[in-house]
């Protein structure tokens, strides 16, 4: 069940009631300072704001208003900047918190709609601004249904007044580009944003958003891709894939006589997630005589979350990378080739900037785990899922004793683990690297008592 809900969230709180977040004020109000007051962009935005306004985000003065201070006076009506307040030659606005990676707070005026995901998935596609399930939009850059939607860079970017995610509901992705959300106001997230590799158990390659593909029949990409592992005469043993490369790198395959694994890849995405992008794909284990294609992991997407007041997470926020696929089976009994394990793909990247960001619950990033060799007409077990915690993701077993297991993935402070060798039989691919974690607030202002994997990043909130 969802609600689209336009400016109503509780209408018999007047101006000035006391408060504790901002769920708790009926549009346009804001909780500053434990009251409800209006929020200043609201108040100044004009009637016939462009539906495409442009990208700089710039915001308009009051022409009425002056700074007293930190302070707003607007005759006489007193707000409270929450990042200083700023005079114009003539007027004065409040500061207002700049997104990073460009992305834009120019339709924070014009948007109207709370998007409450509650009882179902809701499905955002980061490369048309379609929004399917339990909360729908039609493709299209532009204000639809009270949602903005347009592309900055390599970011699909969503505006709404507020998000709200409630236990038991999850937020899905599809397209390519990472995802980006714009509140006006608060983002809640109880339930779940799930932006992993995998495509959600339908295909160990698929990316999440922004990230890299593991390798199948065209080799993994993203900013570190991991390689391929070596094979030999189609009946004899391959070496492992090697896992892709995020915050941390990812690890080598297996080596298996002397056949060379897929090596070791670096770490790629930057610290502060700028530019916003997710973890790269695990590599091929070497195929032996294998008909069919076991495909390294998927990384893990990247989404950015700016709110102008407050990012509550209660709930789950996972961009983890997929495991790799076990080495598949050879194609007849007896005649040897099956096919090494391939690597996991790396965690990807969550960034969230707001006034306030309250964690009790869990962001996660972390490596997926390497797959296990295949032995005869028996596949290799595949590797594990990044997971929503901060415990490594396994790698595969081996199909027997002689066949190497996939490394471990990424987790915390744990670096991914390489495909275990072998002396005469497939080896494993290698875990994936670990994703990014950053958090911009006010100073002083990140209350981070949750599980965070790998650890985050954290700085102050850039103010236009």
């Not at 007193?78 to 990073?100: D, K, Y």
């Not at 929004?131 to 939607?149: D, E, K, W, Y």
Request: hydrophobic share 40%; with cysteine.
């Amino acid at each position: 069940m969802v609600a689209l809900v336009a400016g109503c969230f509780n209408p018999t709180l007047p101006e000035g009631a006391p408060c504790q977040t901002s769920l708790e004020c009926p549009s346009p109000l804001v909780c500053d300072q434990e009251r409800c007051v209006r929020d200043p962009v609201a108040i100044d935005a004009p009637e016939d704001d462009a539906i495409d306004a442009p990208v700089d985000g710039s915001i308009d003065a009051n022409l009425t208003c002056a700074c007293m201070g930190a302070t707003l006076d607007c005759a006489g009506v007193m707000t409270t900047c929450a990042l200083g307040c700023m005079s114009t030659s003539p007027g004065a606005r409040c500061l207002q918190l700049e997104p990073s990676n460009n992305v834009s707070i120019g339709q924070t005026t014009s948007v109207t709609t709370d998007i409450l995901v509650t009882g179902g998935i809701a499905t955002f596609n980061t490369s048309t601004g379609e929004i399917s399930g339990v909360v729908t939009r039609m493709p299209g850059t532009g204000l639809i249904a009270g949602i903005h939607f347009v592309s900055v860079a390599s970011i699909g970017v969503f505006t709404m007044h507020r998000l709200i995610v409630a236990t038991g509901a999850s937020v899905q992705f599809t397209g390519t580009r990472a995802a980006g959300f714009v509140s006006s106001t608060t983002v809640v997230v109880d339930g779940t944003i799930d932006g992993s590799g995998g495509c959600y158990g339908a295909d160990a390659g698929c990316a999440g958003p922004g990230g890299g593909s593991g390798a199948g029949a065209a080799p993994a990409t993203g900013c570190a891709p991991g390689g391929p592992g070596a094979t030999g005469v189609t009946t004899t043993p391959d070496a492992g894939g090697a896992g892709g490369g995020g915050g941390t790198g990812g690890a080598a395959g297996g080596a298996v006589m002397a056949l060379v694994p897929g090596a070791a890849t670096a770490a790629c995405i930057p610290a502060i997630l700028e530019p916003l992008m997710g973890g790269s794909g695990g590599g091929l284990g070497g195929p032996g005589a294998a008909t069919i294609v076991g495909r390294g992991g998927g990384g893990g997407g990247a989404l950015q979350i700016s709110a102008l007041d407050s990012i509550t997470v209660g709930g789950t926020i996972v961009m983890s990378g997929a495991g790799g696929k076990g080495g598949p089976p050879a194609p007849v009994t007896g005649g040897g080739g099956a096919a090494a394990g391939a690597g996991g793909g790396a965690g990807g990247g969550i960034l969230l900037e707001a006034l306030t960001v309250n964690v009790t619950g869990t962001l996660a990033a972390n490596g997926g785990g390497g797959g296990g060799g295949g032995a005869g007409v028996n596949a290799g077990g595949d590797g594990a899922a990044g997971a929503a915690s901060a415990i490594p993701a396994v790698g595969g077993l081996g199909q027997n004793t002689a066949n190497g297991a996939g490394g471990a993935g990424a987790a915390a402070a744990i670096a991914a683990t390489p495909g275990v060798d072998s002396t005469s039989a497939n080896a494993g691919g290698g875990g994936g690297g670990g994703g990014r974690i950053y958090i911009r607030t006010r100073p002083g202002s990140a209350a981070l008592t949750g599980t965070i994997s790998p650890a985050a990043g954290t700085g102050t909130v850039r103010a236009n």
